[in-house]
């Protein structure tokens, strides 16, 4: 996570482990409550990732939801062996979309 500020780790506890399918993780702490939630499933030789980030509120979603898409986005342009995506093309530009979501 290079975009937070100096602080690109941080400890989580695995709530939920269910191989090869779904991950289930959370973080309670002084930047909020993280409740975040992989799940894969396949269909046709093809795996889809499902992230979730379940929300106690709608606080920050202008930011967060932007990081997400940046991050998704850099994860699949890895796996693809593409160039990294410019995290300025995701904020502030997307801060508007996530905040009418509310």
């Not at 904020?91 to 979501?101: F, I, V």
């Amino acid at each position: 996570m290079a975009y937070e500020e100096g602080e690109p780790w941080m400890d989580m506890t695995i709530d939920a482990c269910e191989p090869p399918r779904r991950l289930a993780i959370s973080n309670v702490g002084e930047h909020g409550s993280w409740h975040l939630e992989l799940v894969l499933t396949e269909s046709a030789g093809v795996t889809e990732l499902r992230f979730t980030q379940h929300l106690a509120g709608t606080e920050g979603v202008g930011e967060v939801g932007p990081g997400w898409e940046y991050y998704l986005d850099a994860l699949v342009a890895a796996r693809e062996d593409r160039p990294m995506p410019d995290f300025d093309d995701y904020y502030p530009s997307m801060k508007e979309h996530y905040e009418a979501q509310r």
